[in-house]
């Protein structure tokens, strides 16, 4: 099996990376990769001004997947997802849901054991997730700290494994990369990063031919999720909710006051992250209402 090592990694998502490895569709694949911050924190006592910002956040790859054109979906199974023993977790005075307030930037090392994170006296049950992945962008290239269209930074608690991921392709190969592994994350990521930990995913890759979503969509158990970002995050809802309304309109044939009105009955939304450059929202729809040809749309 391929594995693709975690000094093979990019700070961006271009069309413009050269790929470190070629894989066919349905051909299973090892990425491993550092944590968040570079594996620069492995002390409780490094001092955070110290950390290099411009290593955080690599995500392994590009991956040119054969068989994959721009105007298709790229399918990624999640197969696996192993963290090591040890995370990091820290807070950074300006970052977070309370930028404003005043304390000190701190790093905690948190171990993890038979499936459990020990934080203080309370054990955590981990959910290993994949924060950062994606395909290079419509644009020339976005730092892999932003989430968008392309998928990025996106910090999803539903990123993890079993779950399979739809991204809209730009360029041929799709060029993936993914990379910052969570031990376990609620949602909202409220004081800016998570359990950081280094790991290996599994993934196998397909594809949609020439039909994309304008944003990522997971499909996990019985639902489908449409990933939204934007800098505001009334908008990103907005957006969000626009996204499942045209596709229920589409796939129920409802008018859109039907769907708008079902929207309140039938999708729930939830904030993925309100810490990073865009903040995150999902809206979630079931399964059984929907096919996943309503939540793409032709390429031509
Ligand atoms: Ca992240």
Redesign the pocket.
């Known amino acids: 099996m391929k594995i693709v090592h975690k000094d093979k990694g990019v700070y961006s998502f271009s069309r413009f990376h050269k790929p470190v490895e070629y894989v066919d569709l349905g051909e299973p694949v090892i990425l491993e990769t550092e944590d968040?911050v570079g594996g620069q924190v492995k002390s409780e006592d490094t001092p955070l001004e110290k950390i290099d910002w411009n290593r955080v956040?690599k995500a392994t790859g590009p991956i040119y997947v054969n068989g994959v054109e721009a105007g298709d979906t790229l399918i990624v199974d999640i197969l696996d997802i192993d963290v090591a023993s040890e995370g990091v977790i820290l807070v950074v005075p300006g970052a977070g849901a309370l930028a404003q307030r005043s304390f000190k930037p701190k790093a905690k090392l948190v171990k993890i054991r038979d499936g459990v994170a020990f934080f203080n006296d309370v054990n955590l049950i981990i959910k290993p997730m994949i924060?950062?992945i994606g395909v290079a962008p419509e644009v020339d290239a976005i730092p892999t700290?932003i989430p968008y269209k392309h998928g990025g930074?996106?910090?999803c608690i539903e990123v993890c494994r079993g779950a399979r991921l739809y991204l809209p392709v730009s360029v041929d190969g799709a060029l993936f990369a993914a990379g910052?592994l969570?031990a376990v994350q609620a949602d909202g990521?409220l004081c800016v990063?998570?359990i950081?930990v280094e790991g290996k995913i599994l993934l196998r890759f397909n594809v949609v031919k020439k039909w994309k979503p304008e944003w990522p969509i997971v499909e996990l158990g019985d639902h489908y999720s449409v990933l939204v970002a934007d800098e505001d995050l009334d908008r990103a809802v907005e957006i969000a909710t626009e996204y499942v309304v045209q596709t229920l309109m589409k796939a129920k044939k409802w008018s859109f006051e039907e769907a708008y009105m079902f929207s309140s009955l039938g999708v729930n939304i939830a904030v993925n992250?309100v810490v990073?450059p865009k903040k995150g929202v999902r809206a979630i729809l079931p399964r059984n209402l929907i096919s996943i040809y309503d939540l793409l749309n032709p390429c031509q």
Do not use: I, P
């Open positions: 968040a956040n924060g950062t700290a930074n996106l910090d910052d969570h990521e990063s998570s950081e992250q990073d």
